[in-house]
Protein backbone atom coordinates (compact mmCIF):
# COMPACT_ATOMS: atom_id res chain seq x y z
CA UNK A 1 0.00 0.00 0.00
CA UNK A 2 1.27 3.57 -0.90
CA UNK A 3 0.21 6.57 0.99
CA UNK A 4 0.83 10.25 0.28
CA UNK A 5 2.39 11.58 3.78
CA UNK A 6 0.13 14.38 5.47
CA UNK A 7 -2.45 13.56 2.52
CA UNK A 8 -6.05 14.39 4.30
CA UNK A 9 -8.39 11.20 4.53
CA UNK A 10 -11.33 10.60 2.44
CA UNK A 11 -14.22 10.10 4.27
CA UNK A 12 -17.68 8.15 3.53
CA UNK A 13 -20.67 8.28 5.69
CA UNK A 14 -23.65 5.53 6.36
CA UNK A 15 -26.70 6.02 7.66
CA UNK A 16 -27.10 3.86 10.93
CA UNK A 17 -30.39 3.16 12.11
CA UNK A 18 -32.47 0.63 14.33
CA UNK A 19 -36.05 0.06 12.85
CA UNK A 20 -39.21 0.94 15.17
CA UNK A 21 -40.61 -2.27 15.44
CA UNK A 22 -37.60 -4.52 16.41
CA UNK A 23 -34.33 -5.23 18.02
CA UNK A 24 -31.28 -7.58 17.60
CA UNK A 25 -28.49 -7.23 15.41
CA UNK A 26 -27.85 -5.12 12.12
CA UNK A 27 -25.21 -4.11 9.77
CA UNK A 28 -24.28 -1.15 7.81
CA UNK A 29 -21.71 -0.23 5.38
CA UNK A 30 -22.19 -4.05 4.05
CA UNK A 31 -23.50 -7.27 5.77
CA UNK A 32 -23.53 -10.85 6.86
CA UNK A 33 -26.15 -13.01 5.78
CA UNK A 34 -26.71 -15.09 9.33
CA UNK A 35 -26.74 -19.10 9.70
CA UNK A 36 -27.00 -20.29 13.17
CA UNK A 37 -26.80 -24.18 12.05
CA UNK A 38 -24.15 -25.37 9.65
CA UNK A 39 -24.09 -26.84 6.54
CA UNK A 40 -23.54 -30.56 5.89
CA UNK A 41 -22.70 -31.94 2.71
CA UNK A 42 -22.24 -35.26 1.47
CA UNK A 43 -23.20 -37.86 -1.26
CA UNK A 44 -26.60 -38.21 0.26
CA UNK A 45 -27.21 -34.53 0.41
CA UNK A 46 -25.55 -32.41 -2.08
CA UNK A 47 -26.99 -28.80 -1.80
CA UNK A 48 -27.01 -26.12 0.59
CA UNK A 49 -29.43 -23.19 -0.49
CA UNK A 50 -29.02 -19.88 0.67
CA UNK A 51 -30.60 -16.51 0.24
CA UNK A 52 -34.01 -15.47 -1.32
CA UNK A 53 -35.36 -15.44 -4.63
CA UNK A 54 -35.16 -12.59 -6.56
CA UNK A 55 -33.06 -10.22 -3.69
CA UNK A 56 -30.66 -8.24 -4.93
CA UNK A 57 -27.85 -9.14 -2.42
CA UNK A 58 -24.91 -7.96 -4.74
CA UNK A 59 -22.80 -10.16 -2.37
CA UNK A 60 -20.13 -12.53 -2.04
CA UNK A 61 -20.81 -16.22 -1.05
CA UNK A 62 -18.96 -17.91 1.71
CA UNK A 63 -18.15 -21.00 3.57
CA UNK A 64 -16.37 -21.61 7.02
CA UNK A 65 -15.01 -25.57 7.45
CA UNK A 66 -16.16 -27.24 10.57
CA UNK A 67 -12.64 -29.07 9.63
CA UNK A 68 -11.02 -30.90 6.59
CA UNK A 69 -13.50 -33.07 4.45
CA UNK A 70 -13.56 -36.59 3.14
CA UNK A 71 -13.44 -38.45 0.02
CA UNK A 72 -13.42 -42.24 0.07
CA UNK A 73 -14.79 -45.22 -2.17
CA UNK A 74 -12.63 -44.65 -4.97
CA UNK A 75 -8.87 -44.31 -5.77
CA UNK A 76 -8.20 -41.49 -8.22
CA UNK A 77 -9.72 -37.20 -7.71
CA UNK A 78 -11.30 -35.52 -4.65
CA UNK A 79 -14.31 -33.69 -3.98
CA UNK A 80 -15.19 -30.16 -4.65
CA UNK A 81 -17.86 -27.40 -3.22
CA UNK A 82 -19.39 -25.40 -6.43
CA UNK A 83 -21.62 -22.34 -5.83
CA UNK A 84 -23.70 -21.43 -8.68
CA UNK A 85 -26.91 -19.32 -9.17
CA UNK A 86 -27.07 -15.89 -10.75
CA UNK A 87 -23.45 -13.89 -10.81
CA UNK A 88 -23.55 -9.93 -11.12
CA UNK A 89 -20.13 -8.49 -11.91
CA UNK A 90 -19.54 -4.48 -11.38
CA UNK A 91 -19.85 -3.68 -14.43
CA UNK A 92 -23.39 -4.64 -14.47
CA UNK A 93 -23.01 -7.78 -16.11
CA UNK A 94 -25.49 -10.35 -15.22
CA UNK A 95 -25.24 -14.18 -15.54
CA UNK A 96 -28.01 -16.00 -14.50
CA UNK A 97 -25.80 -19.42 -15.22
CA UNK A 98 -22.90 -18.43 -12.68
CA UNK A 99 -20.82 -20.78 -11.15
CA UNK A 100 -17.62 -20.98 -9.19
CA UNK A 101 -15.64 -23.64 -7.33
CA UNK A 102 -15.65 -22.45 -3.63
CA UNK A 103 -13.61 -25.17 -2.26
CA UNK A 104 -11.60 -27.31 -4.66
CA UNK A 105 -10.35 -30.02 -2.50
CA UNK A 106 -12.56 -30.84 0.52
CA UNK A 107 -9.92 -33.25 2.31
CA UNK A 108 -7.69 -29.96 2.05
CA UNK A 109 -10.11 -27.25 4.18
CA UNK A 110 -8.96 -27.16 7.87
CA UNK A 111 -10.81 -25.87 10.88
CA UNK A 112 -12.42 -22.21 10.88
CA UNK A 113 -10.38 -21.97 6.93
CA UNK A 114 -12.25 -19.07 5.41
CA UNK A 115 -13.29 -19.53 1.62
CA UNK A 116 -15.27 -16.78 -0.45
CA UNK A 117 -16.23 -16.52 -4.16
CA UNK A 118 -15.15 -13.68 -6.14
CA UNK A 119 -18.17 -13.98 -7.91
CA UNK A 120 -21.38 -11.73 -6.37
CA UNK A 121 -24.53 -13.01 -6.24
CA UNK A 122 -28.37 -12.16 -6.90
CA UNK A 123 -31.14 -14.20 -5.54
CA UNK A 124 -30.63 -17.53 -4.46
CA UNK A 125 -27.34 -19.25 -4.61
CA UNK A 126 -26.58 -23.10 -4.06
CA UNK A 127 -23.80 -24.56 -3.03
CA UNK A 128 -22.98 -28.52 -4.26
CA UNK A 129 -20.91 -31.07 -3.31
CA UNK A 130 -19.23 -33.37 -6.18
CA UNK A 131 -16.63 -36.01 -6.61
CA UNK A 132 -13.72 -34.71 -8.85
CA UNK A 133 -13.27 -38.22 -9.50
CA UNK A 134 -14.46 -42.29 -8.32
CA UNK A 135 -14.80 -41.92 -4.93
CA UNK A 136 -18.82 -42.31 -3.61
CA UNK A 137 -18.01 -41.34 -0.45
CA UNK A 138 -17.29 -37.46 0.26
CA UNK A 139 -17.98 -34.66 2.72
CA UNK A 140 -17.58 -31.59 3.92
CA UNK A 141 -19.41 -29.68 6.92
CA UNK A 142 -19.19 -25.88 7.68
CA UNK A 143 -20.77 -22.49 8.20
CA UNK A 144 -22.49 -20.72 4.88
CA UNK A 145 -23.59 -17.41 3.86
CA UNK A 146 -23.41 -14.34 1.97
CA UNK A 147 -21.60 -11.25 2.89
CA UNK A 148 -20.96 -7.58 1.11
CA UNK A 149 -17.98 -5.09 2.66
CA UNK A 150 -16.68 -1.63 1.88
CA UNK A 151 -13.98 -1.71 0.20
CA UNK A 152 -13.65 1.66 -1.46
CA UNK A 153 -14.22 0.94 -4.71
CA UNK A 154 -11.70 -2.48 -4.83
CA UNK A 155 -8.52 -0.60 -2.98
CA UNK A 156 -6.37 -0.82 -0.41
CA UNK A 157 -6.62 1.50 1.67
CA UNK A 158 -5.94 2.13 5.73
CA UNK A 159 -8.27 3.09 8.39
CA UNK A 160 -7.50 6.26 9.61
CA UNK A 161 -10.44 8.10 11.70
CA UNK A 162 -14.21 6.82 12.71
CA UNK A 163 -17.10 8.90 13.99
CA UNK A 164 -20.42 7.89 15.06
CA UNK A 165 -23.18 10.33 16.12
CA UNK A 166 -26.71 9.57 16.84
CA UNK A 167 -30.14 10.15 19.06
CA UNK A 168 -31.63 7.66 21.08
CA UNK A 169 -34.99 6.86 20.18
CA UNK A 170 -35.51 4.56 23.75
CA UNK A 171 -33.90 3.89 26.96
CA UNK A 172 -32.25 0.78 27.62
CA UNK A 173 -28.85 -0.41 28.73
CA UNK A 174 -27.95 -2.93 25.91
CA UNK A 175 -26.43 -1.41 22.75
CA UNK A 176 -23.30 -1.86 21.03
CA UNK A 177 -21.29 -0.56 18.07
CA UNK A 178 -18.42 -2.20 15.88
CA UNK A 179 -16.02 -1.61 13.70
CA UNK A 180 -15.19 -5.40 11.66
CA UNK A 181 -12.65 -5.76 9.52
CA UNK A 182 -13.48 -8.32 6.69
CA UNK A 183 -10.83 -10.68 5.97
CA UNK A 184 -9.84 -14.63 5.80
CA UNK A 185 -8.74 -15.16 8.88
CA UNK A 186 -10.31 -15.00 12.63
CA UNK A 187 -13.82 -16.93 11.55
CA UNK A 188 -14.59 -19.22 13.81
CA UNK A 189 -17.07 -22.23 13.12
CA UNK A 190 -20.05 -23.25 15.35
CA UNK A 191 -22.53 -26.36 14.63
CA UNK A 192 -25.36 -24.16 15.82
CA UNK A 193 -24.57 -20.88 17.24
CA UNK A 194 -22.66 -18.90 14.65
CA UNK A 195 -21.69 -15.11 14.23
CA UNK A 196 -20.02 -14.42 11.52
CA UNK A 197 -16.94 -12.49 10.83
CA UNK A 198 -13.74 -11.44 12.78
CA UNK A 199 -13.22 -9.91 16.26
CA UNK A 200 -13.85 -6.02 16.29
CA UNK A 201 -10.76 -4.05 15.26
CA UNK A 202 -13.01 -1.02 17.49
CA UNK A 203 -15.45 -1.74 20.03
CA UNK A 204 -17.98 0.78 21.62
CA UNK A 205 -18.73 -0.92 25.01
CA UNK A 206 -14.58 -1.65 25.52
CA UNK A 207 -14.06 2.06 24.59
CA UNK A 208 -16.32 3.45 26.68
CA UNK A 209 -17.36 0.96 29.75
CA UNK A 210 -20.10 1.10 31.79
CA UNK A 211 -21.01 5.06 30.46
CA UNK A 212 -22.57 2.84 27.35
CA UNK A 213 -26.30 3.06 28.28
CA UNK A 214 -29.00 5.00 25.65
CA UNK A 215 -31.55 7.36 26.84
CA UNK A 216 -34.37 8.25 24.86
CA UNK A 217 -33.70 11.78 22.69
CA UNK A 218 -29.96 11.89 24.19
CA UNK A 219 -27.35 12.10 21.54
CA UNK A 220 -24.63 8.88 21.63
CA UNK A 221 -21.17 9.78 20.29
CA UNK A 222 -18.08 8.13 19.44
CA UNK A 223 -15.01 9.32 17.79
CA UNK A 224 -11.42 7.43 17.30
CA UNK A 225 -8.76 9.42 15.56
CA UNK A 226 -5.24 8.33 14.14
CA UNK A 227 -6.21 4.99 13.40
CA UNK A 228 -4.21 2.59 11.57
CA UNK A 229 -5.48 -0.54 10.11
CA UNK A 230 -4.29 -1.28 6.79
CA UNK A 231 -7.44 -3.19 4.62
CA UNK A 232 -6.68 -5.12 1.34
CA UNK A 233 -9.46 -3.82 -0.56
CA UNK A 234 -8.56 -5.22 -3.62
CA UNK A 235 -7.87 -8.87 -1.92
CA UNK A 236 -11.51 -9.55 -0.54
CA UNK A 237 -11.33 -7.13 2.16
CA UNK A 238 -13.28 -4.24 3.35
CA UNK A 239 -15.23 -2.89 6.90
CA UNK A 240 -18.55 -3.78 8.28
CA UNK A 241 -20.25 -2.05 10.27
CA UNK A 242 -22.27 -3.98 13.41
CA UNK A 243 -24.91 -2.90 15.85
CA UNK A 244 -26.36 -4.59 18.53
CA UNK A 245 -29.50 -3.15 19.94
CA UNK A 246 -31.85 -4.17 22.87
CA UNK A 247 -34.89 -2.11 22.60
CA UNK A 248 -37.01 -0.81 19.56
CA UNK A 249 -35.81 2.14 18.00
CA UNK A 250 -32.78 2.35 20.37
CA UNK A 251 -31.10 4.46 17.82
CA UNK A 252 -33.62 6.43 15.72
CA UNK A 253 -31.24 8.90 14.11
CA UNK A 254 -27.12 7.59 13.47
CA UNK A 255 -24.73 8.53 10.94
CA UNK A 256 -21.45 6.91 11.35
CA UNK A 257 -18.23 8.31 9.04
CA UNK A 258 -14.80 6.41 8.06
CA UNK A 259 -11.90 8.48 7.55
CA UNK A 260 -9.30 6.70 5.36
CA UNK A 261 -6.12 6.97 3.23
CA UNK A 262 -6.04 5.28 -0.01
Excluded at 26 to 46: C, D, I
Aim: hydrophobic share 40%; charged share 15%.
Amino acid sequence: MHFSPGSPPTFKSYSVNSLAGTSGTYHFAGFYTVNAGEAVLNQGALTQAEGAANVPYGAHAFFVAKAAGGASGGSTGTAKVTVTGTSITDAGVRNASGSEIIVADVTAAATNEYFETSLKWIGTVTYTIAATGDHTTFDLSGNYGLCKYEDFGNRAFKLTDWEFTGIAGATHGTFDLEVLHHKATGWTYSAAAFTPGAAAILKFTTDYDVENDLDSGLPVVWKRAELSTSVAGAASEGLIIRMTTGANNLVENGTAHFGVLI
